[in-house]
């Protein structure tokens, strides 16, 4: 088990799909827990083995606060099998330091995946909870999407990126989510 070092957006690898994973060997277990110890050194509320240089479908996500007790959950081979509503999510994430801004999230999700022990299971995050937008944002990483892709304000986003000395957007990766769009205009 070991802290490791996060890649910072502009690392190629963040923008490559990841492996299915085929067993959950003892590297897979150790690269979990490797996964585990990077989030909780940084913080964060999840991180997905891409993020530290592992090309592979897992992610780790423990949205537990304050004084509640620790409560990871692995994610491998994850499937969103069902998505409704949408949300105004303010994101950031730990390959990109200190960089936040509004971005288009489902409000709810259902997620199948497999565990840390090789059991299935299915998990809800409903009402634009941090977990289903966290969810979302951990998934997208398997596929080389990152949360900028999804940003509201185009602007703002890149404000924000060149106030960090961080790589500009990627006009080509920018998603656009028409249907998440006009069911925000409708909430505003
Ligand atoms: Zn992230």
Request: proline share 5%; hydrophobic share 35%.
């Amino acid at each position: 088990m070991a802290i490791k070092k996060v890649l910072h957006y502009g690392e190629p690898s963040l923008r490559e799909p990841s492996k299915e994973v085929h067993k959950v060997s003892k590297k897979i277990k150790d690269l979990i827990n490797d996964l585990m110890d990077t989030m909780y050194a940084q913080n964060g509320v999840g991180l997905a083995a891409p993020q530290i240089g592992e090309n592979l479908r897992i992610f780790v996500i423990d949205v537990a606060t304050g004084n509640e007790p620790l409560n990871p959950i692995v994610f491998i081979n994850p499937k969103i099998i069902k998505k409704s509503g949408a949300v105004k999510s303010n994101e950031g994430c730990l390959s990109f330091p200190e960089t936040y801004t509004d971005v288009r999230r489902y409000a709810n999700v259902m997620v199948k995946a497999i565990n840390e022990n090789g059991k299935p299971f299915v998990l809800e995050a409903k009402d634009g909870s941090l977990l289903a937008r966290a969810i979302q944002h951990e998934n997208d990483h398997l596929d080389g999407i990152l949360f900028i892709d999804h940003c509201i304000n185009r602007f703002e986003a890149e404000e924000v990126l060149k106030k960090h000395n961080l790589p500009d957007l990627d006009p080509d990766c920018l998603i656009e989510e028409k249907e998440l769009e006009d069911e925000l205009n409708k909430n505003d």
